[in-house]
């Protein structure tokens, strides 16, 4: 499968994005999905990740309650909803995919990754 993050931007904070994740090449309701991001000059981090059935979801806590994952299995995309929108949310955003009935917190976990999007968030 092929993995493609789009929806990126520059909002002011508080602002709202909504990042999508389409697969190509596969069905991607055979896979767990996962979003990840990496700000300037840190470690790529875990965002939020929901089951093949999107029945299950997981977020960090840095942005519970504040972003949304979903997915739309007829459309092949999983999307990431976030508002309230802070510069530390600053950083490139990608989606990874990975087979399997669970889902995935840790970033080695997964098998497949999009190019990643860019969200700049200004004070």
């Known amino acids: 499968v092929q993995l493609q993050a789009s929806g990126g931007g520059m909002v002011q904070t508080g602002g709202s994005l909504r990042l999508s994740c389409a697969a190509f090449g596969d069905t991607l309701s055979s896979y767990a999905v996962g979003w990840f991001r990496q700000g300037p000059g840190k470690e790529r981090e875990f965002v939020a990740t929901?089951?093949?059935?999107?029945?299950?979801?997981y977020y960090a806590d840095s942005v519970k309650g504040r972003f949304t994952i979903s997915r739309d299995n007829a459309e092949n995309t999983v999307s990431l909803q976030m508002n309230n929108l802070k510069p530390e949310d600053t950083a490139v955003y990608y989606c990874a995919g990975r087979k399997g009935n669970y889902y995935y917190t840790v970033s080695k976990q997964y098998d497949y990754w999009g190019q990643g999007t860019q969200v700049t968030v200004s004070s």
């Open positions: 929901i089951n093949r059935s999107g029945g299950s979801t």
